[in-house]
Every structure is written in structure tokens, then in C-alpha cells.
């Protein structure tokens, strides 16, 4: 039996000590991942073999102490937006053994406590959005948790994946200037997440650009409920109605579109609408939405990626990935010959 100082089985950690080298290089070496010098294997190699050191598949997550297990804290799972990023995740981590601990933020009185609890039952933790405030990310990182954060400004330390959004936001906007509309709204709050603020500054840009005026955004939640509410609201304006919805999200613009049809406001002719994130039904409403693609399930399985990466040193510098999105144009927007229309 292997045999550590005390007379207890040796661990990673006492192979390390006797071959004076960091436990991501000796994991390295044990598990057979990431780049290691030939020098640094031998005295691994060395040290195992003195302690009579035996790295059994079956209780590699022991010897390592590792959980094989992913933290992913996520601020709600209402809505189709979340189910995309979900079900990338958790293929790329099913495929590569590691189980998924979710923990939803929303309503909870104390994320912090719960996050860090949580941080002690997995090998490392993803964090969506706005989901937790910067100082508990902070205290997570300099408590030498491994972290990857999605769809959040990169923050030194920690990796970030994320999906473009000023670039097409703008290119949305300048199409629907281009054919004419001028007195375009905004629909969704800036202030409630990274990605959103992004597609509010594409927005802007796009309005600076051309001299226009910059409208103050309509500052709603991302839920269907306000979607109808603004768009009810704007049937009541006697004096300059918007000729155009530049909208957060999809949820937003569908419901928005719903009001107008009960009420005879022709979309794209009396008002043209858009969204973002191109869900199932944006594709199927008439008039079709014109949206925003995202790569969800790219989106959960790269965080997952990257994670792992961390937890098992494979890597050690952060890295920061963007992925593309695809401007989807339909009927809703107002389509012109030579448009591709999906």
C-alpha cells in the first residue's frame, strides 16, 4: 500500500512535496494531460515510485481529490435562453465524465453563502451573467477556485466565453435605417447585463453614425409580460410612435408582435420589430422574426471546455472567447429584393 509521512496511503499532494513541483504539474503527469518536461516527469515518476504511489483509475478523483463534478450558477432558468446553454454544457460534460451542480441565484436572500458551499462540493465553478456580484467573484478567484465566466465582461484571472453583440447590434440598426426607419426604440435594460448593454451600444452607434438622435432605452425586463406592457404603453402614444422595435430579446419582441396583431398595427408596414437569440418560435410567427443568432449550446459547451482545462491544469493563463452571431433577417423587419430571408 502506498504509504505518505504519516503512515497514511500517499496523495497528490506528498508526490508533489518529495518531487518539489506544483500538484497541476504532478496531475499532469499522473492523468496524462497538458504538455510536461521530460525532467518533470521523471522526478514524478521518482517520488511515485518511493511512496509506492499507485494512481488507480478508479480512485484517480480521491487521489486528486477531485469531485469530477462542474458548479454552474446560473441567475434563472426561466425562458428558452437557458435551455440551449444547458444542453451544450452538459453534453460536453456528460462525454467527459464530469456530473453538472446547478445553483439558480435568483430569489436566493444569500447567493454568496450559497455559491461559496457550493464551491467546496465541485472542482471549479461557472458563472453566468449577472448572476453574482463582482466581489463574490472576486473572493471565489483569490480563494484559488477555478472560474469561467459566460456572457460577463473578462475579468483578470478568470476565463470569460461570450457571445459578439455590439458589432451585429449595430449592423440590425443600420439596416433598419437604411430602409427608412428613423424613430427607432430600444426595448430592454442596459443595466441588467453585460450582453444587453453591448446591444444597446451597437445600438447607439449605429443612431451616432448617422446624426441621428439617441432615444433613452425603454428599461424592462427581459420577460414576455413586459413586452406586452410596452407594446400596449405604445399604443396609447398620440404624438411620434416609433416606427421601429429594436428589441433585447426575443421574448420581448414575439410578445410586442402579439399585441400589435390583436390590435390591427401592421407589422413590418405600421412598425417593424426585431429581437435576439433566434428561439424556436422566432421562425415560425407570422411575420417571421428578425433576430439575432446565438451559438448557445457552442456557448455551454466551450465554458465546459474551458473549466475542465482549468481544473486540470491543463492550462493555467486565462483566456478570453467570443463567438460570432448571425444577423437573421424575416418579414418582420421589412424584407427588400435581394434580402436573404430564412
Known sequence: MASGPTGRPA?????????????????????????????????????AQELNYVPLRAARSLAVQRHEAH????????????????MGYERWAGEH??????????????????????????DGIVVHGNALDLATIQGLRKAGVPLVLVAHPPLTG????????AASAEALTTRLLEHGRTNLLFVGDPASSYDVS??????????????????????????????????????????????????????LALAAMS??????????GDV???????????????????????PMIELGRLAAQRLHERVTGERSRARNDVL???????????????????
Not at 478568470?158 to 453583440?165: K, Q
Not at 451616432?208 to 406586452?228: F, I, K, S, W, Y
Open 11 to 47: 496523495t497528490i499532494y506528498d508526490v508533489a512535496a518529495l518531487a518539489k513541483l506544483s500538484i497541476a504539474t504532478v496531475s499532469r503527469v499522473l492523468q496524462g494531460t497538458g504538455p510536461v518536461s521530460a525532467k518533470a516527469r521523471a522526478r514524478v515518476d521518482q517520488a
Open 71 to 86: 458548479g454552474l450558477v446560473l441567475p434563472d432558468l426561466a425562458g428558452p435562453f437557458y435551455g440551449d446553454l444547458l
Open 97 to 122: 465524465g464530469q456530473s453538472v451542480v446547478i445553483t439558480v441565484t435568483h430569489g436566493n436572500p444569500e447567493p454568496s453563502r450559497t455559491v461559496r458551499d457550493l464551491a467546496g462540493r465541485v
Open 158 to 165: 478568470c476565463d470569460s466565453v461570450r457571445t459578439e453583440s
Open 198 to 251: 453591448e446591444r444597446y451600444a451597437g445600438f447607439v452607434k449605429a443612431l451616432d453614425t448617422r446624426g441621428l438622435p439617441v432615444p433613452e432605452p425603454v428599461r424592462v425586463p427581459l420577460t414576455e409580460e413586459a413586452g406586452r406592457a410596452v407594446a400596449e404603453q405604445l399604443l396609447q402614444a398620440t404624438t411620434h410612435p416609433p416606427d421601429g422595435l429594436v428589441c433585447a430579446n426575443d421574448e
Open 259 to 268: 399585441v400589435f396583431a390583436t390590435n390591427g398595427v401592421d407589422v413590418p
Open 272 to 294: 417593424v420589430v426585431t429581437g435576439w437569440d433566434d428561439v424556436m418560435a422566432a421562425r415560425y410567427v407570422s411575420p417571421g422574426l428578425t433576430t439575432v443568432r446565438q
Open 324 to 342: 460570432a452571431t448571425q444577423l437573421v433577417l424575416r418579414d418582420s423587419c421589412g424584407t427588400q429584393p435581394g434580402d436573404v430571408i430564412e
